[in-house]
Structures are given as C-alpha cells and as structure tokens.
C-alpha cells in the first residue's frame, strides 16, 4: 500500500478560498447580479422620471427600479423587465433600441422585450407604464 502526503495547511486554505470564490460569483450571476434581490417587476407605482427622458426612436434604461423603457414614437411608451430571463442580472447598457446583459452577453429588443441573443432565450416581461403629468410610471398593475 502505497501512502500520499498530507496535503499542506496551505494547500487546503488556498483550495477553500478558491472554492469560496467560485460560489461567490455563481450566487451574484443568479441572483440579480449583484445581490440587489427582490422581485423582477415593481408590485406598486413607480415614478421613473420625466417621460421626455427617453429619446424617440430609443430606450433607456432604469436599473435601480429594474425597468427598460423604450418610445417607438412621440406618444407611445413601452417597458419590460429589466431583469434578464437567463440568469435573473439587471440589464447593463443599452443602445439605440437593444439592451444588453453584461452577465452573460445576452441582448434584448426594448421594443419587444424579445431575446435577441443568448443565453437567455424568452422575453422580457412586460411592465405597465403610463404618462401622468409629463411623468413616466410603471406599475406592476395590468
């Protein structure tokens, strides 16, 4: 029978703080990115600001209330989740009507909420929003 060495203290340290890490990133990636928890669409009124905010022909993001808006034309306004649906991050950056998941390097269309590369692979659900006063509000509410 032939006997192995013991492994080191620091061997075994090195080898637990690796491991320690390795689970660190895989909880951020599945839980909003970046452990901001809660739900993926407001349950209440949300007041995102003023409405000319988002440009038409384009869309903005709102990563604090976790809302995508996009303006297809002057008067119409369309929102989504701005959780991704393939590992539950908030959306990072968007350009001109696309939005990206700097995650895993998904990207949606913020005027459908269609999953336009992957990983993920279904829609963003979408958010009622309405203009009240010159001011956008997405509600949870259908």
Do not use: I
Request: a neutral charge; hydrophobic letters at 35%; charged letters at 20%.
């Amino acid at each position: 029978m032939t006997s192995r060495p013991a492994a080191s203290r620091r061997t075994l340290l090195r080898g637990a703080a690796l491991a320690g890490a390795a689970g660190a990133g895989l909880a951020a990636c599945g839980d909003g990115g970046g452990g901001t928890g809660g739900g993926e669409t407001p349950t209440a009124p949300v007041d995102l600001g003023a409405a000319d905010e988002v440009p038409v022909g384009g869309a903005r993001l709102y990563r604090e209330q976790r809302v995508l808006v996009s303006r297809p034309a002057e008067d119409e306004y369309k929102a989504f989740s701005a959780v991704c649906t393939h590992q539950r991050c908030v959306l990072s950056a968007v350009e001109g009507t696309g939005a990206d998941c700097a995650c895993h390097g998904s990207r949606f269309d913020a005027e459908t909420g269609r999953a336009l590369r992957g990983p993920a692979t279904k829609a963003l659900p979408a958010v009622p929003v309405s203009v009240k006063d010159g001011r956008l509000v997405a509600s949870g509410d259908a």
